[in-house]
């Protein structure tokens, strides 16, 4: 069944295989977007700079959504909506994704990510005041319960470093504004199409930045694979998963789902980078993913995932970018 049929799901296992299937393929998703900070810092324990990193990222992963769009016979973007999209790309996404390296190269890949996940609540204050959505009492409530969980998040960094903790804010923040322009934009032309000139543009100007700055590149076998993954797995594999699980499950289940990626990101880090975890971290993870679930499901507008173009949960046709 097509995932536009208006036809009654099956019953049974094939529908429950289809459903769980989606569920798998979600979780899948954001576990590949979860590994994306752990494996920046890789990279940058071999010498490399986030500049180098990102470029390697988006160059490798504009190859591959361009031989998507090839083989599925997608066709590009024209006129004022091609421009809004390079911007999103060439400029929004820059600035959020070059944001997120930095602070990951400056504070824990937990807190980091974290960090990011601001971006729900703001989206919703945004939505309220500059596109006249309702600000509901589950939404105020849901709010409060995402800064608090913030508060006790940076609280127990200890000694992170206060740039580190501005620039991991400054992500959540111009992804936000990401998403509000976006949701204007990407439904026009389709996730796919949108998520490639967006991923293209980027390239572009990461391509005139590392030419303007010259950063370090990685040192070793390890920081190059490292960066492969970044682009092939944390871009281009979290982005096709999601679509996939999406058609099966919907979008707000999907947006509910790939609330995993916070969880994903701190376990990693415990795991790969010996990063201490305690258990006040823990609570304001958990408060911040719970007001995650809550926003998602509290209006009619759904959340985009964070780190790559995808079809915004909000309308937006492109996961978030980082």
Known sequence: MSAGSDAPPRRGRSGLGRRGTGVALVAASAASFGALPVLAKIAYASGAEPTAVLVVRFTVASAAMLAIMAARGYAFPRGRVLVALALLGGVGYVGQSLAFFTAASLISAGLTTLLLYLYPALVTVAAAVLLSERLTRTKVVALVVALTGTALTIGEAGAARPLGVLLGIAAAVIYAGYILVG???????????????????????????????????????????AAAAIALVCTVVALVTFFAGMERIGVTDASTLSTLEPLVTVVLAAVVLGERVTPLQLLGGALIISAVIVLARAGPRELPLPDVPVQPRGGWSGRGER
């Open 183 to 225: 949701s204007r934009v990407t439904p026009r032309v389709g996730a796919i199409p949108a998520s490639t000139v967006i991923i293209v543009a980027a390239a572009g100007s990461y391509t005139l930045l590392v030419l303007l700055q010259r950063p370090a590149f990685p040192q070793t076998g390890a920081g190059w694979a």
